[in-house]
Antibody
Framework: QLQLQESGPGLVKPSETLSLICSVS??????????WGWIRQPPGKGLEWIGD???????NYNPSLQSRVTISVDTSRNRFSLKLISVTAADTALYHC?????????????WGQGSMVTVSS | QSALTQAASVSGSPGQSITISCIGT?????????VSWFQRHPGKAPKLIIY???NRPSGVSHRFSASKSGNTASLTISGLQADDEADYFC??????????FGTGTKVTVL
């Protein structure tokens, strides 16, 4: 069973870059069996899919965020990351990393508990 | 892409059945058979309970069932139990090559 754990700064200043890492255990980030993705939930609001990536590097991003987001895979450390540039208070959210089997079309069949990120000066 | 619409809350007594609806559009639920349902207990990671409209992952109780008609998907919980008290939200693949989530429904077991 895959286990995912988010990590990163809990506070980011406006206009700076939000960076989060998702460490994967119980499976290989290089496996052809999984997609790796990020989902967020602002306080008091619904979930928003950010994007996902396959081990080959092929990615899909939410059109509303694609100009600011990068998801990448670090095979040497068995983890993947999220970078979101030019953040504003609207990017304050609980950020989940997730994986899903490559044969299943779903945002995630395995989720991390989430990492809260606040954008504030 | 607007969020899928769910009732804010649904409640039922132990043993009863409840149904949660998820209303989308012809660009998401109406177009693809890629509706998922998730359960989230407070402080816990969301858990996938339904994928591809009707399929249950291994280990998920048969008390959870789901369907779709037109632009609306539905999740039914039969034989309601105390542990079913949680937030439930739907999601769908969309024509924008992305996913959209529902607004979420809080289920209360009376």
């Amino acid at each position: 069973q895959l286990q995912l754990q988010e990590s990163g700064p809990g506070l980011v200043k406006p206009s700076e870059t939000l960076s989060l890492i998702c460490s994967v255990s119980g499976g290989s980030i290089s496996s052809s069996s999984y997609y790796w993705g990020w989902i967020r939930q602002p306080p008091g609001k619904g979930l928003e899919w950010i994007g996902d990536i396959y081990y080959t590097g092929r990615f899909n991003y939410n059109p509303s965020l694609q100009s600011r987001v990068t998801i990448s895979v670090d095979t040497s450390r068995n983890r993947f990351s999220l970078k979101l540039i030019s953040v504003t208070a609207a990017d304050t959210a609980l950020y989940h990393c997730a994986s899903h089997n490559s044969t299943v079309v779903t945002p995630g069949d395995n989720w991390g508990q989430g990492s809260m990120v606040t954008v504030s000066s | 892409q607007s969020a899928l619409t769910q009732a804010a809350s649904v409640s039922g007594s132990p043993g009863q059945s409840i149904t949660i609806s998820c209303i989308g559009t012809s660009s998401d639920i109406g177009r693809y058979n890629y509706v998922s349902w998730f359960q989230r207990h407070p402080g816990k990671a969301p858990k996938l309970i339904i994928y591809d409209v009707t399929n249950r992952p291994s280990g998920v109780s048969h008390r959870f069932s789901a369907s779709k008609s037109g632009n609306t998907a539905s999740l039914t919980i039969s034989g309601l139990q105390a542990d079913d008290e949680a937030d439930y939200f739907c999601s769908s693949y969309t024509s924008s090559i992305s996913y959209v989530f529902g607004t979420g429904t809080k289920v209360t077991v009376l």
